[in-house]
């Protein structure tokens, strides 16, 4: 979401006339785009802006903005109070402050800077910055902002306020926009995607948002994330197994597999119904691969509980898990009414202990690869490589002198690790 966010407030200053550059140093404009879901990134956004102060002291002409999590849904006066050289605070995936504030210092009317608030918005009429032109092959387009789950854990819906549908018109408009631009492939973002449109009478769900989508001419590939247990409902499912666009991956947590945790946590299904999900996915979308999230030390985790949810993984066998160490975050529930009773050098343990499986998890299904070929659609080189991704997700790898970018071609697999395939270009 804020990769999302950040190109859209890139495509409005370059419609000012700003330019990138490459160091903080040379700009006119510095952008801080922040994110709190974990304890770890809010310090590091604190630390970054924290070092911006002297360079603001040595050129005060310089204008700094902080956007995202950090502001939350309205800036508060202790952040105007603890960062007096912050210029502009924006709310998450609004850049509209920081226009107006621009088009201000260039003596503009308000009529102008209420027409440039706008042009900044999530309108739909969405110009990819200059240096990604021609070669961004997957970008990312939020269909929904917000969320209203509220897992205990969760700092999201103060932050990022409630759930909010964004128009069919507008996404449609921005998906023909980034593929008339060179995009391939887009993922559909929100923080419960599979809520599309329940909190708009008459918008589609996001079945049938994906459906008006799979017609767009040009555009190959189609995903979207994160979903939820709850919310991740047959139709999608049966969408996903019926659009050849659509690609056969999901990314749907579990957070924990002790019934007592994820009561704990929120989040309104058990295991067995978790399982049973998983079961329905993999008959319906055959070869479906699926992400997972997981929150090892959640307060009151017993390692009982804990063996629990690695039998879970164990027995399920998903494709992807996306670790993390429980944090307290404060202004939710867990950290208001819970104690973090599990110590860090715990969480650690059982942070490795699930790693590990998964890495053996992960080579498994890799190997079944070997020797086979597969279907990539290439983004970029890196490290000497080209890298892309095959329909479920797979990060593939391949050297090759030719300028693979946006194309997508068969890959015969020679080499299957933990965490990504390595092959070569079979067909072109």
Not at 223 to 228: D, G, N, Q, V
Request: net charge negative; glycine share 6%; with cysteine.
């Amino acid at each position: 979401m804020n990769v999302a966010d950040s190109r859209r407030v890139a495509s409005a200053l370059e419609h000012l006339d700003y330019q990138p550059v490459a160091k903080a140093e040379e700009a006119d404009v510095i952008v801080l785009n922040t994110c709190m879901v974990r304890k770890s990134a809010e310090d590091k956004a604190i630390g970054r802006l924290t070092s911006l102060k002297a360079l603001k002291k040595r050129k005060p002409s310089l204008v700094i903005n902080v956007m995202g999590c950090l502001v939350g849904v309205k800036p508060s006066k202790k952040l105007y109070e603890r960062f007096p050289f912050v210029d502009v605070f924006s709310s998450p995936s609004d850049p509209r402050p920081l226009i107006a504030h621009l088009y201000a210092q260039m003596g503009k009317d308000v009529e102008e800077i209420e027409t440039a608030g706008r042009f900044a918005w999530l309108d739909g009429d969405i110009a990819l910055p200059i240096e990604e032109q021609g070669q961004l092959v997957s970008a990312m387009l939020p269909v929904m902002d917000g969320c209203s789950h509220a897992c205990t854990y969760c700092i999201i819906p103060s932050k990022r306020g409630r759930e909010e549908s964004r128009s069919p018109g507008e996404i449609m408009a921005e998906a023909r926009a980034l593929t008339e631009q060179g995009v391939r492939e887009i993922t559909l973002l929100g923080q419960i995607v599979d809520r599309y449109g329940l909190d708009k009478p008459g918008y589609p769900r996001l079945d049938g948002l994906i459906r008006q989508l799979h017609a767009i001419e040009g555009l190959q590939r189609i995903r979207f994330l994160t979903s939820h247990p709850n919310w991740l409902h047959d139709d999608l499912l049966k969408t996903v197994a019926e659009s050849p666009k659509v690609m056969p991956h999901v990314e749907v947590p579990v957070q924990a597999g002790d019934d007592g945790v994820l009561a704990a946590m929120r989040r309104g299904y058990t295991a067995d119904e978790y399982r049973a999900l998983i079961a329905r996915a993999r008959e319906i979308i055959p070869g479906v691969s699926i992400g997972n999230d997981i929150i090892v030390g959640f307060p009151g985790e017993t390692e009982e509980q804990f063996e629990k949810t690695v039998d879970l993984i164990r027995e399920l066998r998903l494709d992807v898990m996306h670790l993390a160490r429980y944090s307290p975050r404060a202004g939710t529930v867990s950290a208001t009414r819970l104690a973090d009773d599990v110590s860090e050098e715990e969480k650690w343990r059982r942070f490795r202990v699930l790693e590990e499986l998964q890495e053996e998890i992960s080579l498994e299904i890799h190997q079944a690869y070997q020797d086979t070929t597969t279907e990539v659609l290439f983004e970029e080189r890196h490290r000497g490589r080209w890298k892309g991704r095959n329909p479920n997700n797979k990060l593939v790898f391949v050297e090759s002198n030719e300028d693979l970018r946006g194309q997508l071609l068969s890959v015969k697999i020679e080499i299957a690790g933990a965490w990504s395939l390595i092959g070569r270009v079979a067909t072109k």
